[in-house]
């Protein structure tokens, strides 16, 4: 595991860690998923992969996760997506490629979204695993029971045991009002550049007919749709990360 201690920035009042291995364009940027942070499994499987090929890699925590500053309930997508878009800004030069895991396929994409509305197209490349956009309005609010509702109105949040973790997930009222502000399935999502999709057919978390709805809302000929038979949602076993560092080092191909 990579211990080099990150280097923090400030973003709207949380300390945000980075790290940051040098190297060639295009360069990778991993964005993590909800309530995981940059020293997970295939975050550093890509730092290893990455540090191999001499290649630019970027990754951070979000507020409220890992090695960050912040509380986890103050957390909403658009607070993270600035946080992302901050770190990328300052860190990153030339091309890149977001590797975004769950959660992070939606920041990347919606990361995508802002990039071009300010006129900044160095994001030549996605790698999206288990993705999980609009997650909040796709597939937590459409099955909230009445006592979840309960919570939300009286006490702003409800929790739920986590499969990943001893301690509860946090769902909180601001971070589902907010993911209805930050949708981008919606309609068709033009991204300017290739998308490659890893979805795991075991997936309890994130069904794959989600990754089938995305991947049919991308534009067609610039999406490629790896289904693995019984991948489940984390996607961290041997051969999942090799199919992770094959579809990596094929947007770096397409992208040089």
Same mark, same amino acid.
């Given at each position: *595991?990579?211990?080099?201690?990150?280097?923090?920035?400030?973003?709207?009042?949380?300390?945000?860690?980075?790290?940051?291995?040098?190297?060639?364009?295009?360069?990778?940027?991993? +964005?993590?998923?909800? @309530?995981?942070?940059?020293?997970?499994?295939?975050?550093?499987?890509?730092?290893?992969?990455?540090?191999?090929? %001499?290649?630019?890699?970027?990754?951070?925590?979000?507020?409220?996760?890992?090695?960050?500053?912040?509380?986890?309930?103050?957390?909403?997508?658009? #607070?993270?997506?600035?946080?992302?878009?901050?770190? +990328?800004?300052?860190?990153?030069?030339? @091309?890149?490629?977001?590797?975004?895991?769950?959660?992070?396929?939606?920041?990347?994409?919606?990361?995508?979204?802002?990039?071009? #509305?300010?006129?900044?197209?160095?994001?030549?490349? &996605? $790698?999206?695993?288990?993705?999980?956009?609009?997650?909040? $309005?796709?597939?937590?609010?459409? $099955?909230?029971? @009445?006592?979840?509702?309960?919570?939300?109105?009286?006490?702003?949040?409800?929790?739920?045991?986590?499969?990943?973790?001893?301690?509860?997930?946090?769902?909180?009222?601001?971070?589902?009002?907010?993911?209805?502000?930050?949708? $981008? *399935?919606?309609?068709?999502?033009?991204?300017?550049?290739?998308?490659?999709?890893?979805? %795991?057919?075991?997936?309890?978390?994130?069904?794959?007919?989600?990754? &089938?709805?995305?991947?049919?809302?991308?534009?067609?000929?610039?999406?490629?749709?790896? +289904?693995?038979?019984?991948?489940?949602?984390?996607?961290?076993?041997?051969?999942?990360?090799? *199919?992770?560092?094959?579809?990596?080092?094929? *947007?770096?191909?397409?992208?040089?």
């Amino acid at each position: *595991m990579n211990v080099s201690a990150p280097v923090f920035i400030n973003v709207d009042g949380s300390a945000i860690a980075v790290r940051q291995a040098p190297g060639a364009a295009p360069g990778i940027v991993w +964005l993590g998923g909800y @309530k995981s942070d940059m020293l997970g499994t295939k975050a550093e499987a890509l730092s290893a992969w990455t540090s191999g090929e %001499g290649r630019a890699y970027l990754r951070h925590d979000y507020s409220g996760h890992g090695e960050s500053g912040g509380d986890f309930a103050d957390g909403t997508i658009s #607070k993270w997506l600035a946080e992302s878009l901050a770190v +990328l800004r300052r860190f990153s030069k030339g @091309k890149q490629i977001l590797v975004g895991s769950s959660m992070g396929a939606w920041i990347a994409l919606r990361m995508v979204q802002e990039l071009r #509305k300010a006129g900044d197209d160095r994001v030549v490349g &996605l $790698v999206l695993l288990a993705p999980a956009p609009d997650f909040t $309005v796709e597939l937590i609010e459409p $099955v909230l029971t @009445k006592a979840q509702k309960r919570d939300l109105s009286k006490k702003g949040y409800f929790e739920e045991p986590s499969d990943y973790s001893d301690e509860p997930y946090i769902y909180t009222r601001a971070l589902i009002e907010d993911g209805r502000a930050n949708r $981008v *399935m919606a309609g068709p999502i033009d991204t300017h550049c290739p998308v490659h999709i890893l979805q %795991g057919l075991a997936d309890p978390d994130v069904p794959s007919g989600h990754a &089938l709805k995305l991947a049919a809302l991308l534009p067609a000929d610039d999406v490629t749709l790896s +289904l693995i038979p019984d991948g489940d949602h984390r996607l961290s076993r041997p051969e999942d990360l090799d *199919m992770l560092r094959r579809a990596v080092a094929d *947007m770096v191909r397409r992208a040089a």
